[in-house]
């Protein structure tokens, strides 16, 4: 039932506590902070956000992609929530790096109910930083960053040399090139799946 929502996070399970590194390089590329500056035109707005968002996960192991289509909705500082549309679904909520995962049917939030690993911990930070208002250094915090060609595209990695790259290579973040504000997210682990998240319709500040 939850299976979509935990193909964004439960498969970081296995990862095992990992030395902190620098964040990004001190000098930072004029590409970094020109898009770190788009990034920050939107995300600077925002108290509360909702988005329509389609969830695509892929792997070796499905004979076909896994689709699920929902509504994302953030409210500053930090808590991140993904509400699946289908009555099967799962509403997933992050507040901070804490994670739950409820059965939409359930309604009632639980506690956490995911492995508080170090690799889950590095992508729910990641996540709720993408939306958060803030200069971009929390996003950037424990990160290996580069700039993928083509697109106002942002590239996060893992610190070298940390076990958490046995889980994940990279998490892909777009931007939209006028407005900044996030519309695709894909998660690459280390054993190949992907799980991409394309967001659309973005609502700041309602009510």
């Not at 039932?1 to 000098?27: D, F, I, K, N």
């Not at 729910?124 to 930083?129: D, F, G, K």
């Not at 060609?149 to 590239?155: E, S, V």
Request: hydrophobic share 40%; aromatic share 2%.
């Amino acid at each position: 039932m939850t299976m979509r929502r935990r193909a964004l996070l439960t498969g970081l399970a296995a990862a095992t506590l990992a030395p902190q590194a620098l964040a990004a390089p001190p000098q930072r590329s004029r590409k970094l902070e020109n898009r770190l500056e788009l990034w920050r035109a939107f995300a600077h707005k925002t108290r509360t956000l909702r988005a329509h968002y389609t969830c695509t996960r892929t792997s070796s192991l499905l004979r076909s992609p896994l689709v699920v289509t929902g509504v994302l909705a953030f409210t500053a500082p930090q808590t991140l929530v993904l509400r699946d549309d289908i009555e099967t679904g799962a509403i997933t909520r992050v507040e901070g790096d804490a994670v739950s995962v409820t059965p939409v049917a359930e309604e009632t939030p639980r506690g956490p109910t995911l492995p508080e690993t170090p690799a889950a911990r590095w992508l729910a930070a990641r996540l709720v930083h993408l939306f958060a208002p803030g200069d971009g250094e929390a996003l950037l915090a424990g990160c290996v960053v580069d700039i993928p060609r083509g697109g106002m595209q942002l590239a996060l990695h893992p610190p070298r040399g940390s076990s958490l790259r046995r889980v994940i290579r990279r998490l892909l973040v777009q931007l939209d090139p006028i407005t900044g504000a996030v519309h695709r997210v894909e998660l690459e682990e280390a054993r190949g799946d992907r799980v991409v998240l394309e967001l659309g319709d973005h609502r700041q500040n309602l009510g």
